[in-house]
């Protein structure tokens, strides 16, 4: 499956909030911007410090931090946190694009999406539940960067093809100024054995996170790729957010830490699963939270299940135990 950043490194993301008091969902929609332009705080609306810059702005009940840098004199640079954009150019590559989605809109078909940098931190207004779901897709600057390579990065798979590529962003959890826990999600991922399932990811992807017990009230995004150099990594490091909401949809709640493990992921026909308690029920749900097959009674702590008639795609193994504990965890249908 084709999926789902020294370049700078770009990413989109739309995120959801929980379902016991329900919370603003980030939109963006409420972010005045005329047609094909985006806001990076060049407008010097921020507190001013030594040459900086700093603000921020509010969509639902998430804040999100900029910084503008004047330090050099006009006109100055965006020099972190988030940038909100409704740019649609999928086409032109380098730096001076870096506003836009490779999407080439916002999720759902949206207006406004947000860009973000690495080491961005997103602060939440009403922590009211464990829960956090979002979307992401790659800039058009970071998608094309890898597709092609540039002064700067590789193209992804080198000249064969083979070359074990990829690029990712951790997504870090906080609470009360704790550390809570952390996912993992590849923007772009070459290491496949076969090379037609390698991606870059173009399209939206919802994230899900299930931190079981502790409200988040901040997160943290981190990129990473393996394409690397003397000053850091090469491949572009921003990326594009929208929809950031603390509900879940129903029945799905993407528990990172679980018990059990499965192979083969991508998968095309059979998923083999291995579970450390008796394994009572398994159900496959699509990314919306629906389900779409179900395998009760296993009553066993190993099973296969037969996933060959689902669209390729992204799902997830949501498996009930003997104890009633739920894990879920996500595969790709190829």
């Known amino acids: 499956m084709k999926k789902i950043i020294k370049l700078a490194t770009f990413v989109c993301l739309g995120l959801i909030a929980s379902q016991t008091v329900k919370a603003q969902v980030a939109d963006f929609e409420n972010l005045t911007l005329p047609a094909e332009s985006y806001w990076d705080g060049s407008d010097l609306s921020g507190t001013h410090n030594s040459g900086v810059f700093s603000s921020e702005f509010q969509s639902g009940d998430f804040i999100f931090p900029n910084e503008y840098d004047t330090t050099w004199g006009a006109p100055g640079y965006w020099l972190g946190g988030f940038a909100y954009s409704n740019m649609t150019d999928t086409v032109t590559s380098g730096a001076g694009n870096k506003f836009s989605a490779k999407a080439g809109a916002g999720a759902n078909n949206s207006s406004n999406y947000i860009v973000s940098q690495n080491g961005s931190s997103i602060k939440i207004l009403n922590p009211i539940d464990n829960t956090f779901q979002f979307q992401i897709t790659n800039s058009t600057y970071a998608y094309n960067s890898m597709r092609d390579?540039?002064?700067?990065?590789?193209?992804?798979?080198?000249?064969?093809?083979?070359?074990?590529?990829?690029?990712?962003?951790?997504?870090?959890?906080?609470?009360?100024?704790?550390?809570?826990?952390?996912?993992?999600?590849?923007?772009?991922?070459?290491?496949?054995?076969?090379?037609?399932?390698?991606?870059?990811?173009?399209?939206?992807?919802?994230?899900?996170?299930?931190?079981?017990?502790?409200?988040?009230?901040?997160?943290?995004?981190?990129?990473?790729?393996?394409?690397?150099?003397?000053?850091?990594?090469?491949?572009?490091?921003?990326?594009?957010?929208?929809?950031?909401?603390?509900?879940?949809?129903?029945?799905?709640?993407?528990?990172?830490?679980?018990?059990?493990?499965?192979?083969?992921?991508?998968?095309?026909?059979?998923?083999?699963?291995?579970?450390?308690?008796?394994?009572?029920?398994?159900?496959?749900?699509?990314?919306?939270?629906?389900?779409?097959?179900?395998?009760?009674?296993?009553?066993?702590?190993?099973?296969?299940?037969?996933?060959?008639?689902?669209?390729?795609?992204?799902?997830?193994?949501?498996?009930?135990?003997?104890?009633?504990?739920?894990?879920?965890?996500?595969?790709?249908?190829?």
């Open 149 to 334: 390579g540039d002064m700067f990065a590789k193209k992804f798979g080198g000249v064969t093809g083979n070359d074990p590529d990829w690029f990712k962003i951790t997504i870090k959890f906080y609470g009360n100024n704790i550390y809570i826990d952390s996912l993992d999600h590849y923007l772009a991922d070459y290491r496949f054995t076969n090379n037609s399932q390698d991606y870059i990811q173009s399209n939206w992807e919802t994230v899900a996170f299930y931190a079981n017990g502790t409200p988040i009230d901040s997160v943290y995004f981190e990129l990473s790729s393996s394409d690397v150099g003397a000053w850091g990594i090469n491949t572009p490091t921003f990326f594009c957010l929208d929809n950031i909401d603390l509900n879940f949809p129903v029945g799905l709640k993407e528990i990172f830490k679980n018990n059990f493990s499965f192979y083969p992921n991508p998968a095309s026909s059979n998923l083999n699963i291995k579970n450390e308690t008796v394994i009572n029920t398994i159900s496959i749900l699509d990314i919306n939270g629906r389900v779409v097959l179900n395998n009760p009674a296993i009553n066993n702590r190993i099973t296969s299940i037969d996933v060959s008639e689902l669209n390729a795609g992204i799902y997830f193994i949501q498996l009930t135990d003997e104890k009633g504990l739920i894990s879920t965890q996500k595969f790709v249908k190829q």
